[in-house]
């Protein structure tokens, strides 16, 4: 863009692609030894494999937002946690724990 004339410097077609998972995520499911879905108010809903928990977050509606941290746990496992929100459903906590340090 050009910044003084505010104007785009190509005029091109951007195709939206569907939502992928970022390689940190991705790296967090494949090394999961544990997976737990839960609500807002902290209530258990599921404890999926690796493989439905990177189904089900690629498939996240639109409109939804995916927030992530990347932590370790005080034994030194490495903890992904995920925070999807529903336009309509509101949020869901997904903690990953990884397998040993």
């Given at each position: 863009m050009d910044?003084?004339?505010?104007?785009?410097?190509?005029?091109?077609?951007i195709t939206p692609e569907p939502a992928r998972l970022?390689?940190?995520?991705?790296?967090?499911l494949d090394g999961a030894a544990e997976i737990t879905v839960r609500d807002v108010w902290g209530s258990v809903w599921s404890r999926p494999t690796p493989q439905d928990a990177a189904a089900d977050l690629a498939d996240t509606p639109e409109g939804s937002t995916v927030e992530e941290w990347h932590t370790t746990t005080?034994?030194?496992?490495?903890?992904?946690v995920v925070r999807t929100?529903?336009?309509?459903?509101?949020?869901?906590?997904?903690?990953i724990v990884g397998g040993a340090a």
């Open positions: 910044q003084q004339n505010r104007t785009p410097l190509r005029a091109e077609t970022d390689d940190p995520l991705r790296r967090a005080p034994a030194g496992r490495p903890l992904t929100t529903h336009p309509q459903y509101g949020p869901d906590i997904w903690v």
